[in-house]
């Protein structure tokens, strides 16, 4: 199938070491280079759900343009972009933990803070939230709440900020530097995000290695897989009247999954052509407001691209 709207829903390339993620397909290249391409897969309740047009061209590019925007503050991985959807990266030595900042009392799932601060609890993730805060709303400042990187398949468990020292996940030195950055990084994205009328509610960070042993920033980057974009514009309103926010992400699909009464158990239902289209049109949106460029989607069809664009890599 051709068209505008074909989607990367996996790439097939002629390269020893590949791991597939949920997202990401990765290859080890030589020389301490990783090789990341990133699809069209959503994911939501831990699987794929579906396929969103120009979705991994926009993460693969968004997060570039963060990485830019943000190595003033930490190293990051990023060697070079050969092809909209791919990446070339430092392969680094994985830290054990997801770095979760939030700065909104939100979210749903078993590690968001919103439903354990609802059912009564204050000590969360080592820190102590006063009472009265409201659903949505601002926490008094910006938390980091780690989990462990789960494997494949797992949910990824919270833990502590003493834990991480405590259960040798990290030195301590390192973590005081990872607390840091990941605060710098937060107020960065936030500002940023506010100039393009966004609220950065929370996002997730990973972090490496390098092969001297230096911090480097890894993955992705606010990007909207990794993170809470809200609009800000009515937001106060919204909460106010008692409505959640409005999401930049794949909260269309979310919400029809909902409507559908799927909570994650079994396979996904179909869902109207037409929700794909609106996470996509939001996915593209969010990448223009922030980066202030226009969307260029790359050539069709997709993968037979990437081999284009990848044939030094593959020859
Ligand atoms: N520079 C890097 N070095 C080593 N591993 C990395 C690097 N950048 C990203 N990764 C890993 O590659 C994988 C990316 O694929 P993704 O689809 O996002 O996986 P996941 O399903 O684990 O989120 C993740 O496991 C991530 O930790
Ligand atoms: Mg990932």
């Given at each position: 199938?051709?068209?505008?709207?074909?989607?990367?829903k996996?790439?097939?390339?002629?390269?020893?070491?590949?791991?597939?993620?949920?997202?990401?397909?990765?290859?080890?290249?030589d020389?301490?280079?990783r090789?990341?391409?990133?699809?069209?897969?959503?994911?939501?309740?831990?699987?794929?759900?579906?396929?969103?047009?120009?979705?991994?061209?926009?993460?693969?590019?968004?997060?570039?343009?963060?990485?830019?925007r943000?190595?003033d503050?930490?190293?990051?991985?990023?060697?070079?972009?050969?092809?909209?959807?791919?990446?070339?990266?430092?392969e680094?030595?994985?830290?054990?933990?997801?770095?979760?900042?939030?700065?909104?009392?939100?979210?749903?799932?078993?590690?968001?803070i919103l439903?354990?601060?609802?059912?009564?609890?204050?000590?969360?993730?080592?820190?102590?939230?006063?009472?009265?805060?409201?659903?949505?709303?601002?926490?008094?400042?910006?938390?980091?709440?780690?989990?462990?990187?789960?494997?494949?398949?797992?949910?990824?468990?919270?833990?502590?900020?003493?834990?991480?020292?405590?259960?040798g996940?990290l030195?301590?030195?390192?973590?005081?530097?990872?607390?840091?950055?990941?605060?710098?990084?937060?107020?960065?994205?936030?500002?940023?995000?506010?100039?393009?009328?966004?609220?950065?509610?929370?996002?997730?960070?990973?972090?490496?290695?390098?092969?001297?042993?230096?911090?480097?920033?890894?993955?992705?980057?606010?990007?909207?897989?990794?993170?809470?974009?809200?609009?800000?514009?009515?937001?106060?309103?919204r909460?106010?009247?008692?409505?959640a926010?409005?999401?930049?992400?794949?909260?269309?699909?979310?919400?029809?999954?909902?409507?559908?009464?799927?909570?994650?158990?079994?396979?996904?239902?179909?869902?109207?052509?037409?929700?794909?289209?609106?996470?996509?049109?939001?996915?593209?949106?969010?990448?223009?407001?922030?980066?202030g460029?226009?969307?260029?989607?790359?050539?069709?069809?997709i993968?037979?691209r990437?081999?284009?664009?990848l044939?030094?890599?593959?020859?």
């Open positions: 199938m051709g068209g505008a709207h074909d989607t990367l996996s790439v097939d390339l002629d390269l020893p070491h590949h791991t597939s993620g949920k997202v990401r397909e990765a290859w080890r290249l020389n301490g280079r090789l990341l391409v990133t699809t069209d897969r959503l994911s939501a309740f831990d699987r794929i759900i579906g396929f969103v047009p120009h979705k991994g061209q926009v993460l693969n590019q968004l997060a570039a343009w963060w990485f830019e943000t190595s503050i930490v190293a990051n991985h990023v060697l070079s972009l050969p092809d909209p959807n791919a990446l070339i990266a430092i680094a030595s994985t830290l054990p933990i997801e770095v979760v900042v939030r700065s909104r009392l939100t979210g749903s799932t078993s590690t968001s439903p354990r601060y609802l059912a009564g609890e204050r000590e969360l993730y080592g820190h102590h939230l006063p009472d009265g805060l409201t659903a949505h709303g601002a926490l008094p400042e910006p938390i980091i709440t780690p989990t462990t990187k789960a494997d494949a398949g797992e949910h990824d468990v919270p833990i502590t900020m003493e834990a991480v020292v405590e259960d996940l030195e301590a030195g390192l973590w005081t530097e990872v607390q840091k950055v990941a605060l710098e990084l937060f107020a960065r994205g936030s500002t940023l995000a506010s100039e393009a009328g966004f609220v950065l509610a929370d996002t997730k960070y990973e972090f490496g290695l390098g092969a001297d042993g230096e911090l480097l920033l890894i993955d992705e980057v606010h990007t909207p897989d990794s993170s809470r974009y809200w609009s800000a514009e009515g937001l106060d309103d909460l106010d009247a008692g409505l926010p409005e999401g930049f992400d794949k909260e269309p699909v979310r919400l029809a999954l909902r409507a559908a009464g799927y909570s994650g158990d079994g396979e996904p239902p179909a869902l109207d052509p037409a929700i794909w289209q609106q996470t996509s049109a939001r996915y593209v949106e969010l990448y223009e407001r922030l980066t460029k226009t969307f260029q989607a790359g050539a069709h069809p993968e037979e990437i081999h284009h664009n044939a030094e890599l593959l020859s």
